[in-house]
């Protein structure tokens, strides 16, 4: 999928494929000198993180596993309220393990702070956070990301793992939406 195939409900490019990937290389080299030595494991969040997820894992050297969770936070309509339900937990024990949250937007922090606690409460050697993108002019808790791609203003975003009614996923970039696409919400 790419731009073409989108162009009446695209509005504008935030970032290119190109960019993303350039920012994912200079993420990974700093993942791997801060864990030389170390195993991690990566832990993805569905849906929306598997982009981010496949892209850095692939550019670490660090020997890594990979599980997945699942979690949906209920709220009214796109505003998450921290009150979350897991969906699909990890298969893996993280008893001792160092942990690196894999997540592709940090928006209002709820849901990761109530993921970070979770995941803390299970006994992990450490929990640290990668995101692909942030808002920080969303941000309603305050929390220590470790790892962050891209700084973005608070406009709601698609592509590159990221949706709007389940669609615009396979988009290779980063990208907000014709606000006609918006009408029927
Ligand atoms: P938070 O709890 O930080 O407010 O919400 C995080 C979740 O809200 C993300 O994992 C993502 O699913 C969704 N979200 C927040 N902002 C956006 C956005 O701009 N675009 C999309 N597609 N989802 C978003």
Not at 12 to 20: F, I, R
Not at 47 to 65: E, F
Request: net charge negative.
């Amino acid at each position: 999928m790419d731009a073409s195939d989108i162009s009446d409900d695209l509005d504008q490019v935030l970032l290119t494929e190109d960019q993303l990937h350039q920012r994912l290389d200079e993420l990974a080299a700093t993942i791997d000198a801060d864990y030389a030595g170390r195993e991690l494991l990566l832990v993805g969040v569905l849906k929306g993180a598997v982009m981010v997820m496949a892209d850095l894992a692939r550019r670490l050297h660090v020997p890594v596993q990979m599980d997945w969770m699942a979690v949906s936070s209920y709220g009214s309509g796109t505003k998450s309220s921290g009150v979350v339900r897991i969906l699909k937990d990890l298969d893996t024990d993280v008893t001792g393990q160092h942990v690196l949250i894999v997540e592709d937007i940090v928006d209002s922090g709820l849901t990761l702070s109530w993921l970070l606690a979770n995941l803390r409460s299970r006994g992990p050697a450490s929990v640290e956070v990668a995101t692909l993108l942030r808002k920080p002019e969303s941000a309603k808790v305050s929390l220590d990301v470790r790892y962050v791609g891209f700084d973005i203003p608070p406009a709601f975003v698609v592509g590159y793992g990221l949706d709007h009614d389940q669609r615009y996923r396979n988009l290779p970039f980063v990208a907000t939406l014709a606000p006609h696409v918006y009408a029927d919400d």
